[in-house]
């Protein structure tokens, strides 16, 4: 089992950035496909981005695609979220997720992800 826990959410103006980190325990990072997924009281979590920690393509949204970039850093069991030009559409609650295997297109649901945190809001407003 694996035990996840994301930071770096806040408050910012819209064009504002944020950097949302999730670190991993319990599970080998490498093995498993690593997401990012948001959240509001009107609309059902749907995938930002994903990330294979062995080395697959990454994945995103097109409402981010050329706004946010996900990366990870094996040595730390940790993956990212950079969001820049933040736009108030993207406020929410900021989960990161993961799966055993590779990522692929379907990454983005999050059906198949095994493992959450708890989430970390952004908020993104003038």
């Known amino acids: 089992q694996g035990h996840l826990v994301e930071s770096g959410g806040g408050s910012v103006q819209p064009g504002g950035s944020l950097r949302l980190s999730c670190v991993t325990s319990?599970?080998?990072?490498?093995?498993?496909?690593m997401g990012w997924f948001r959240q509001t009281p009107t609309k059902e979590r749907e995938g930002v981005a994903a990330?294979?920690?062995?080395?697959?393509?990454?994945y995103y949204a097109d409402s981010v695609t050329g706004r946010f970039a996900i990366s990870q850093d094996k040595s730390k069991n940790t993956h990212y979220l950079q969001l820049d030009n933040l736009k108030p559409e993207d406020t929410g609650t900021y989960y990161c997720g993961a799966h055993f295997g590779n990522c692929t297109p379907d990454s983005l649901g999050p059906q198949g992800f095994q493992y959450w945190g708890l989430g970390t809001q952004v908020t993104v407003s003038s």
């Open positions: 319990g599970d080998t990072y490498s093995n498993f496909c």
């Open positions: 990330i294979y920690g062995g080395g697959r393509a990454a």
